[in-house]
């Protein structure tokens, strides 16, 4: 029998080696001398990670929850964020697609676009030109709640009546054709893999066995199969459906083998899924070892992921174009289109020799919350595992997962942090 204690994060290094695994493997033939630092950096986070997250387990077995702010998911809790919700939901779509809130058709004609053409709906969403609506302080206050919707969603999903579950798919099913709409595969993945944590932490065995394993094992393919069968589709509609052309995944001085022997073991009517596939994961990593030759600029800890350069804006602050993903420019990497991993993110304000206790504090806290969470029961502590697990999942894909919940971060993590660790009395 395993141990379930390092259930999760054996689970997350799994994932992210596989990636790896799929960048070193690719029948792309990657143009840079920085390969093996970069595997020495990728490695050296993943192994911290794992150390984090051990020291984090066994420092939240001393915290008693007795008196401390959500730790319990009662329905209160629930259903203060489901209400707001419903009332607010028309103001985060609004703000998100440039209308008025009231403007429900027009929002849903707009999403069609995209639903019957992807690559056009996806080109749309990067439109500047158009004006928001909303103004950015009322999205942010409501963004405060409406950021772990669906993330309590899926916990209390078995306490919720007949009623509130119809609600609840409805609403879900707008989140996907929302995202669908904007021709990109980020969002409904998201929503599966965040499935995936809310299973992982209401698990309720006391050991692992092989029928678990087992069991477990075909949940977690199934839903991995239906992430690649949707990103496959959609990347094919997003290019119209064209036949396979290798030129077109080439990436600048790096360009695809034909004569790869990952291309001769995988059947060819799965190669264009393959390439897509391997497109995603590993250009992040390519464009990480490409920014290993460019040096430091200091961005102040306001440039590690997109959602906190926006809030910067807000007041003035600007330091998107001293980060390595905007100076990768020189290298005809373009900032809007091409991915980067949250390696090169993190670096941006941590330096390439930070990110590692980056990785650390992560995988620290992501241990902490197993511990509080999945044996103590603390509600506090299950979203934020939720979340910090997607972090470290998405590891591969640019770091706009913290994007999606970042206005909620910065009031629950200050709230978990000095309730749970340093213990202040609120």
Not at 23 to 51: A, H, K, M, R
Not at 202 to 226: A, M, T
Not at 244 to 261: E, K, R, T
Request: charged content about 15%.
């Amino acid at each position: 029998m395993l141990s379930k204690e390092n259930l999760p994060v054996n689970l997350i290094i799994g994932f992210n080696l596989i990636t790896i695994f799929v960048f070193s493997t690719s029948p792309i033939e990657w143009y840079t001398d920085n390969l093996y630092l970069f595997y020495l950096l990728s490695g050296t986070c993943q192994f911290l990670t794992y150390v984090g997250y051990k020291r984090g387990f066994k420092n939240a077995n001393r915290i008693n929850l007795k008196g401390v702010p959500l730790a319990l998911n009662d329905k209160r809790s629930v259903n203060f964020i489901f209400g707001f919700y419903i009332l607010t939901f028309l103001l985060k779509y609004a703000y998100l697609l440039k209308f008025k809130p009231y403007e429900i058709i027009e929002m849903v004609k707009f999403l069609s676009i995209g639903i019957a053409d992807p690559k056009l709906g996806y080109l749309l969403s990067l439109d500047s030109s158009r004006i928001t609506v909303v103004p950015w302080f009322i999205y942010f206050l409501i963004s405060i709640i409406n950021q772990i919707f669906f993330i309590v969603g899926f916990f209390s999903w078995k306490s919720f009546s007949k009623i509130k579950k119809i609600l609840f798919l409805f609403l879900l099913f707008i989140e996907i054709y929302f995202w669908m709409g904007r021709g990109t595969n980020f969002g409904v993945i998201v929503l599966i893999t965040t499935l995936i944590l809310v299973l992982l932490i209401n698990l309720k065995i006391r050991k692992i066995k092989f029928s678990f394993i087992l069991k477990y094992f075909f949940i977690i393919i199934s839903l991995f199969s239906l992430s690649i069968s949707f990103f496959g589709n959609n990347m094919a509609k997003r290019s119209g459906n064209q036949s396979l052309n290798l030129d077109a995944f080439d990436l600048g001085n790096s360009i695809v083998d034909p004569n790869h022997i990952s291309l001769q073991v995988i059947p060819e009517k799965f190669h264009l899924t393959y390439m897509y596939v391997v497109s995603y994961m590993a250009q992040g990593y390519y464009h990480t070892c490409l920014a290993f030759d460019l040096e430091y600029q200091p961005t102040y800890f306001l440039a590690n992921n997109p959602g906190i350069i926006s809030f910067s804006d807000i007041f003035g602050l600007n330091f998107y174009t001293d980060t390595y993903v905007y100076r990768l420019k020189s290298k005809g990497v373009d900032p809007d289109i091409n991915w980067h991993s949250s390696y090169t993110w993190y670096a941006s304000d941590f330096t390439f020799l930070g990110v590692p206790f980056v990785f650390f504090y992560l995988g620290y806290f992501f241990g902490y919350c197993w511990n509080l969470g999945h044996y103590k029961g603390d509600f506090l502590s299950k979203i934020l595992f939720v979340i910090i697990g997607n972090s470290l999942i998405f590891t591969f894909a640019n770091n706009n997962y913290l994007s999606t919940v970042f206005y909620t971060l910065i009031i629950l993590i200050p709230l978990w942090y000095f309730t749970r660790i340093k213990k202040i009395k609120i």
